[in-house]
């Protein structure tokens, strides 16, 4: 839940209620990152990295969506980059603070760690976690000595961890996806993805999950980042439910309709973190002015289960 939503507080109420929260590294610098980690009030949290598996964007195909892009920008008086930013989202940085902080677990997203950033880490007393999003996935996993598999499904919110972007995602349930993975990996599983009640984490525990994981029922916790702009499209009627689309950062990311995204999802390229960084003016700008349709409204199928209370008050319930 990178970008805002997740927060110290939220961390620390997972915490509370007995679950196990997950810090969101990426987008933040590392100063950011460090501050945040000082701030944690438990030792019971992890931390997510992004991990650098870019997808490179055809620099045509960047400058004609980019065109495209104009007169929005310009609607919102914000400059968008006409070079392709192909940054690492600070990677070896953050490596290096979570080696010195060393929280007990780590888990990486959009790819494999590095082998030598990821015995530094190991080495630091870490346990590290990847999320995968198909068997295959699990097995280059389990070859790289990752301790606990992470396996999302279709059915979540935001970004898909997908290793192979360019490739389109499938349609498994995540039960079915969870006893896929099991049986070509043998290491603990935490699920996830489109859980919208305590029937769901059952079904998972019971496909063999030793945890679940959830991330859209919080975004209206009391405790989330989530923007007045973005909880309001959340509880708002008639948004229908969530798509995939590669429109806001040119991977795969699933996320209640926009009109964004039907304006410029056919026209999108493949090219992460080029497109992000060129949607993010837009949508920054937007979230300030209250305009929901042009920003991300990621959203997993659950999300009409999403409750505004105590984020402690949602896990307990969950877990009942």
């Known amino acids: 839940m990178a970008g805002g939503p997740t927060t110290v507080a939220l961390v620390d109420a997972a915490a509370t209620a007995r679950s196990f929260g997950f810090l969101a590294a990426g987008y933040k610098s590392p100063e950011t990152l460090a501050g945040e980690l ?30 495209r892009l104009l007169p929005l920008a310009a609607r919102f008086e914000v400059e968008l980059p006409e070079v392709p930013v192909e940054d690492d989202d600070a990677w070896g940085a953050k490596v290096d603070l979570l080696v010195a902080a060393a929280p007990r677990v780590v888990s990486f997203t959009f790819g494999l760690p ?18 995968v999003t198909d068997p295959h996935e699990a097995r280059l996993a389990a070859d790289a000595g990752l301790d606990v598999l992470v396996v999302q499904a279709p059915a979540a919110g935001g ?11 499938g349609s498994s349930p995540l039960p079915d996806l ?25 079904v998972a525990m019971a496909a063999g999950a030793s945890a679940v994981a959830v991330g859209t029922l919080l ?8 923007s007045a702009t973005y909880r309001g499209a959340l509880t708002g ?14 991977r795969p990311a699933r996320g209640l309709p926009t009109a964004f995204m039907a304006a410029h999802d056919a026209a999108a390229p493949l ?38 209370a105590p984020a402690a008050q949602i896990l307990s319930a969950l877990a009942r």
């Open 159 to 169: 970004h898909s961890g997908t290793f192979t972007p360019e490739r389109p995602i």
């Open 271 to 308: 090219g992460y973190p080029a497109l992000h960084h060129l949607t993010t003016p837009i949508r920054r700008a937007a979230a300030a002015a209250g305009d929901a349709e042009n920003i991300n409204l990621w959203a997993g199928t659950g999300y009409r289960a999403a409750t505004a």
């Open 219 to 226: 975004l209206l916790a009391d405790e989330a980042g989530t």
């Open 237 to 250: 009627a008639g948004r229908g439910d969530p798509v995939l689309t590669r429109a806001y950062s040119g």
């Open 114 to 131: 590095d082998a030598e950033s990821a015995a530094r880490l190991r080495a630091a007393g870490c346990l590290l976690a990847q999320t």
């Open 178 to 202: 969870v006893r896929a993975v099991l049986a070509v990996a043998d290491l603990p599983v935490i699920a996830g993805g489109g859980v919208g009640g305590s029937a769901d984490v059952r």
């Open 38 to 67: 000082e701030a944690v009030g438990s030792e019971r949290f992890g931390v997510n990295l992004f991990a650098p598996a870019p997808v490179p964007v055809d620099l045509a195909a960047y400058r004609a969506y980019r065109e």
